[in-house]
């Protein structure tokens, strides 16, 4: 769980996605709206993928993907992403974390 620590905490933003979900790109598809660049990892594509996705597992992550971090605290998947855009809470806390500015 270090290394997921070390993965998210130099980021204002940082998703954990695989090429073939669609859930990942609508996650990555509202931040981009939102004008966010987050730090996205494939875990399909990288070395340590399937490592970082027991990490996951072990944070309770489920599903694994999205996962995604805001200001280094795990928020959760894509229905708590999606829940913190509809209650208006999601653009205060990515402002907070430094990856929006208006």
Same mark, same amino acid.
């Given at each position: 769980?270090?290394?997921?620590?070390?993965?998210?905490?130099?980021? =204002?933003?940082?998703?954990?996605?695989?090429?073939?979900?669609?859930?990942?790109?609508?996650?990555?598809?509202?931040?981009?709206?939102? !004008?966010?660049?987050?730090?996205?990892?494939?875990?399909?594509?990288? +070395?340590?993928?399937?490592?970082?996705?027991?990490?996951?597992?072990?944070?309770?992550?489920? =599903?694994? #993907? =999205? +996962? #995604?971090?805001?200001?280094?605290?795990?928020?959760? !998947? +894509?229905?708590?992403?999606?829940?913190?855009?509809?209650? !208006?809470?999601?653009? =205060?806390?990515?402002?907070?974390?430094?990856?929006?500015?208006?």
């Amino acid at each position: 769980m270090e290394g997921i620590s070390n993965m998210v905490s130099n980021n =204002p933003v940082v998703i954990f996605s695989k090429t073939s979900c669609c859930m990942s790109h609508t996650i990555r598809s509202l931040f981009s709206e939102f !004008g966010v660049n987050p730090t996205v990892h494939e875990l399909d594509g990288i +070395a340590r993928g399937r490592e970082v996705e027991q990490a996951l597992s072990a944070l309770g992550c489920n =599903p694994t #993907v =999205p +996962a #995604v971090f805001i200001g280094g605290e795990f928020i959760g !998947g +894509a229905n708590e992403v999606m829940s913190l855009h509809l209650r !208006g809470s999601l653009r =205060p806390m990515l402002r907070n974390a430094g990856a929006l500015w208006l």
